[in-house]
């Protein structure tokens, strides 16, 4: 009792100065100085219509880089924590019983999967454009694993397939940061290609390529993730 | 209708710590963290947002010479881009050792973890 009397003292602490804040908020009228640089310089210097993604991957890019990182991290802990001798692995799949996939799901599955995976890969090769980019088109991707785990819990997946995929896009990304140190202004600078003209596919630079890997990765990662959560045999 | 957004993000943050700090199953903390994260996403996004102007992407409404006039803050954006994607490991991760919990306790009541008690 005395424990809900605490929750609620500091719930209602808290939401007094949200509520402060709330009231004493006024939206900005005019960009900000950061926001208004890179309204003004985003498109003449790198090329880039969605101004998002040039903050994302070419002004805080080594911010994102860490963040891969983060991701990066987290797929390998959580396969630390749930590796047990007998868990998880390619060959080693739980045997249970499971009934027939339903027809709807297994059809329905067969032709969304191809689908799903394309709105991936245009979410991720137009992130310079549209709203969208790499963690978003491979998170999609990922969801395409996740319906094909949904249909049969039992698939096998290739887990070095992910993990090479996953490798091989970091060192990418990373790669592709050192070439802008030779070529260009700096690290991660994205003018090691022709910006090329506003609004058209091939443009921007690198960030088409770094969102592709970045998508790769992303979708890599997060696949071996729910691959992972789904793979440990029942406790017996 | 910023200020709806915003009271509805803190509403959000408010439930999710509540939740979290009721609860005694991990799998509802687990959620109500969830629940707390889209509230403190929603909050920045409220706060980049201007009334009146549009999202930061120039295309045939928005061209390169009005768009100090006419989009919207980028850097809450994407900061909340980056928010999400770390949300989503952290909770891979919670529900990752709340598997490992279940196993060695075969519950998930956090009042039966008393190791770390004192």
């Given at each position: 009792m005395t424990k809900r009397i605490f929750v609620f003292g500091m719930l209602i602490g808290l939401g007094a100065i949200f509520i402060d804040l709330l009231l004493s908020y006024t939206p900005d009228s005019a960009l900000n100085q950061t926001a208004r640089y890179y309204a003004e310089r985003t498109a003449t210097?790198?090329?880039?219509?969605?101004i998002v993604a040039a903050v994302i991957v070419t002004y805080r890019g080594l911010d994102t880089l860490g963040e891969v990182t983060v991701l990066f991290l987290t797929a390998a802990i959580l396969v630390m924590v749930l590796y047990r001798d007998h868990g998880i692995?390619?060959?080693?799949?739980?045997n249970r019983f499971l009934p027939p996939t339903g027809e709807m799901l297994g059809t329905g599955s067969r032709l969304l999967v191809p689908l799903i995976l394309l709105m991936g890969v245009y979410l991720f090769a137009n992130g310079h454009l549209t709203p969208g980019g790499g963690f978003q088109g491979g998170a999609i991707i990922a969801s395409a694993v996740l319906l094909l785990l949904l249909t049969n819990p039992n698939q096998t997946f290739n887990l070095q397939l992910f993990s090479l995929t996953e490798s091989i896009s970091g060192i990418g990304f990373v790669v592709i940061g050192v070439l802008g140190m030779f070529f260009a202004?700096?690290?991660?600078?994205?003018?090691?290609?022709p910006i090329g003209?506003?609004?058209?596919?091939?443009?921007?630079?690198a960030i088409p390529v770094i969102y592709t890997l970045i998508g790769l990765k992303v979708g890599a990662e997060f696949s071996s993730i729910l691959v992972h959560l789904s793979e440990e045999k029942e406790e017996s | 209708m910023v200020l709806v957004v915003l009271a509805a993000g803190f509403m959000l943050i408010l439930l999710g710590l509540y939740g979290a700090l009721i609860h005694r199953n991990i799998l509802h903390m687990i959620v109500s963290f969830s629940v707390a994260d889209t509230g403190v996403n929603l909050v920045l996004i409220a706060v980049g947002y201007m009334p009146g102007r549009t999202a930061p992407i120039l295309d045939s409404n928005v061209s390169v010479a009005d768009a100090v006039e006419r989009i919207i803050d980028p850097v809450p954006q994407a900061l909340v881009l980056t928010a999400i994607v770390i949300g989503v490991g952290v909770t891979a991760l919670m529900l990752a050792y709340a598997y490992r919990l279940y196993q060695t306790k075969g519950t998930l009541d956090i009042s039966k973890f008393t190791e770390l008690k004192w």
């Open positions: 210097d790198l090329g880039a219509a969605n692995g390619i060959n080693k799949i739980p202004g700096g690290f991660l600078d994205n003018r090691i290609f003209q506003l609004g058209e596919l091939f443009s921007a630079g | -």
